[in-house]
């Protein structure tokens, strides 16, 4: 690959000195006249038109950013040889010399304006820093300026009132300033550049250099009659011409990648919108410089009034629309930002929660570990005690209501060391659709008893999750529990229970008509609950929060806007890893 590239390039550089080579000796060789006419304009025509197709070439090989920058020059280079052609057809078809004004020069001075409006696009800086839309205007903008300009200073000695010697001495003097602002531009992004895309900068930087410096001795010889296609003064023009294509290869081998934005030069971002604002407040002065002080005919001041109040209107409806579309993508960021916020916030509430979940699971750990001694000794005795013989009948049934209290307890400890977390679950494949159906039917006289109606919209086919069963049915059970507590409040309510996929997770919603919750981001705290007091303890919800979290799923809870809460389960369908495992098993 750096074999066929170096010699693509060795190619060229080749091709590059025959050409400029040959076209030298023709140029000093051939006296003036109608055969070197033909050879210049041809030789230069048909650089133009190659190098025309090696820039759309480079674009259509590009992404991006980095396509439009070649698209732009292509698009420069294209108004290049139709202005060349032009040139061409009088000289070479129509054997006559170029008329003065020629329509041609229009062509020529705006198709500067894509190659500033492509180093603008600043093709080395990563996307994301503009919207293309922010590009495109900024190329209008650009390219209604360079218009007025000329319109402005050019235009009225050129056919409003026929002043060939003004009209050409304005015609020069703006061109070669609007190349010295491309070079400017050129230099300044070569500068702040690095790497491949400092070589492509400097590189174009020089082709357009010896444009400028072949345009202005080629603008000098016309001016002292010494002019004619095919002389000595075309050869650097041909020569900026080949290394314009040098670039564009130069840059194909390299292939540039965009670069991070130092700190320190982060003001040239807004140096595009500054411009504007600065070209927009030029055209009341340049309309007040009409108005007042404009010295020639009075149809040259009123086309200057005209053009100048035309600019306002165009350019103040470019301002308005991309005021429009900053507007827009304010409010988009604005939306992102407090989606981010909130997320942040969730996220936060979820470490803390798992830290106030850490810290009591190790208090309730060391408090179980502590009961179970002293319980399993009284478990013990209890035992012995109701199978004594001695005992009355009352004694013995004192001491089995003991033992049966004992054990109550001792249930109470594993299931505090199971909100811990201490005791290990095993885990396999779970059909949490038909855990939860079954939830809602062992809770079914409860329902009925308090008045309260269910439905269950769980779909057939839903997914399974990797988890262990018991757990979460525990959960499904203590959600459906808190629905009916608060239902019971208002006398009755309905009771759905909701079941689909979502992407790579199963998604279960309990929803009810009761009151809501007071605090909806507290429920999951550890004690914190909205019940009377003896009615419980708010462990409930904490350990399913707890669970869900070991599942690697999650649980929310929200009010309704139609009334009552809705607690919403997700978990993460099982993937090919888990099942392989539980295959093995």
């Not at 002043?163 to 304005?170: D, L, M, W």
């Not at 649980?555 to 139609?562: F, G, L």
Request: charged share 15%; net charge neutral; glycine share 6%.
């Amino acid at each position: 690959m750096m074999t066929a590239m170096a010699l693509r390039r060795h190619w060229w550089s080749v091709s590059t000195a025959a050409i400029v080579l040959v076209y030298a000796a023709v140029s000093l060789t051939l006296p003036q006249g109608r055969p070197i006419i033909f050879f210049g304009d041809l030789v230069v025509l048909a650089l133009l038109a190659a190098a025309t197709a090696f820039l759309a070439r480079s674009a259509w090989h590009s992404q991006g950013q980095v396509r439009l920058f070649w698209a732009l020059i292509a698009t420069g280079c294209f108004l290049w040889t139709i202005n060349q052609a032009l040139w061409s057809y009088y000289e070479v078809i129509l054997r006559r010399d170029l008329p003065d004004p020629f329509i041609g020069d229009v062509i020529l001075f705006i198709h500067v304006v894509p190659f500033m409006a492509a180093v603008a696009l600043r093709p080395h800086r990563p996307q994301g820093e503009q919207k293309l839309y922010f590009s495109t205007l900024n190329f209008l903008m650009l390219l209604m300026w360079w218009v007025f300009l000329y319109a402005f200073i050019v235009f009225p000695d050129e056919y409003v009132v026929l002043n060939v010697h003004v009209y050409n001495r304005s015609y020069d003097l703006l061109y070669l300033v609007e190349n010295l602002v491309l070079l400017a531009v050129l230099g300044l992004s070569a500068v702040n550049a690095t790497g491949a895309w400092k070589r492509v900068y400097w590189n174009l930087f020089i082709a357009f250099g010896l444009y400028t410096l072949s345009s202005e001795s080629m603008n000098a010889a016309i001016a002292r009659g010494q002019y004619y296609s095919g002389c000595f003064y075309d050869v650097p023009f041909v020569l900026a011409i080949c290394w314009l294509v040098w670039a564009a290869l130069l840059a194909r081998d390299l292939s540039p990648k965009p670069e991070p934005l130092p700190a320190s030069r982060g003001r040239w971002i807004t140096m595009a919108p500054r411009l504007a604002m600065v070209a927009i407040l030029s055209l009341p002065v340049m309309g007040f410089l009409a108005l007042f002080l404009e010295v020639g005919p009075p149809r040259v001041k009123q086309f200057r009034i005209l053009v100048a109040l035309a600019a306002m209107l165009v350019l103040g409806l470019f301002v308005f629309i991309r005021q429009f579309l900053l507007d827009r993508e304010l409010v988009r960021l604005l939306r992102e930002s407090h989606q981010s916020l909130e997320n942040l916030q969730r996220l936060q509430s979820q470490l803390v929660q798992q830290e106030k979940l850490a810290s009591l699971g190790q208090l309730v750990a060391g408090a179980a570990h502590e009961i179970n001694n002293p319980l399993a000794a009284i478990l013990g005795y209890s035992e012995l005690l109701s199978e004594n013989e001695a005992l009355s009948p009352d004694q013995a049934a004192m001491a089995r209501k003991i033992g049966q209290q004992a054990r109550r307890t001792r249930d109470l400890v594993s299931g505090l060391l199971s909100f811990a977390q201490q005791a290990p679950a095993d885990k396999a494949l779970v059909d949490i659709g038909a855990l939860a159906r079954r939830a809602v039917q062992m809770e079914q006289l409860h329902l009925e008893s308090k008045g309260i109606h269910w439905d269950t919209r769980i779909a057939a086919d839903l997914p399974r999750v990797w988890g262990n069963a018991n757990q979460l049915f525990q959960c499904c059970l203590q959600i459906i529990g808190n629905a009916m507590d608060a239902m019971e409040e208002v006398g009755g309510g309905t009771l759905v229970v909701s079941g689909h996929p979502d992407g790579s997770e199963v998604v279960l919603e309990f929803s009810d008509s009761g009151p809501g919750i007071r605090e909806p981001r507290r429920v999951f705290d550890p004690f914190y609950t909205t019940k009377p007091i003896g009615k419980g303890t708010g462990l409930g919800l904490s350990a399913t929060y707890g669970v869900m979290q070991d599942h690697h799923g999650q649980v929310t809870c929200h009010n309704r806007a139609e009334g009552g809460a809705a607690f919403v389960l997700r978990l993460p369908i099982a993937t090919e890893a888990p099942i392989a495992q539980a295959a093995k098993a």
